[in-house]
């Protein structure tokens, strides 16, 4: 059974940065690609950012640039580095993993656990 933890949500103003992480167990860590999805109230829920067991890592175009998905050397922790946060960045974001290969995130499907979510809020 795999277990997802997020962490380190939180209010940040236009501009600013937060690091998200989440915590991973009960899995075979480089059998499994992860990701991160973000739903706002009242919109459809967004792949934001993938990286597969080889470490090739996918991006929304709405995120390019801004965000940075990585691991550790273990793979027990992925994280999600976001930078020049805009208000349209403001969303639930939530860790996911599944068995490789899984489809591009920008689709919004494929991954079969989740996390509880983090809360991430950007005012202007």
């Known amino acids: 059974l795999v277990k997802l933890a997020e962490s380190g949500g939180g209010s940040v103003q236009t501009g600013g940065s937060l690091r998200l992480s989440c915590a991973v167990s009960?899995?075979?860590?480089?059998?499994?690609?992860m990701g991160w999805f973000r739903q706002a109230p009242g919109k459809e829920r967004e792949g934001v950012a993938a990286?597969?067991?080889?470490?090739?890592?996918s991006y929304a175009d709405s995120v390019k640039g801004r965000f940075t998905i990585s691991q550790n050397n273990a793979k027990t922790t992925l994280y999600l580095q976001m930078n020049s946060l805009i208000p349209e960045d403001t969303a639930m974001y939530y860790c996911?993993?599944?068995?490789?290969?899984?489809?591009?995130?920008?689709?919004?499907?494929?991954?079969?656990?989740w996390g509880q979510g983090t809360q991430v809020t950007v005012s202007s």
């Open positions: 996911v993993a599944d068995i490789c290969p899984v489809p591009d995130i920008r689709e919004g499907a494929g991954y079969g656990y």
């Open positions: 009960g899995t075979s860590y480089s059998l499994y690609c």
């Open positions: 990286i597969d067991s080889d470490g090739v890592t």
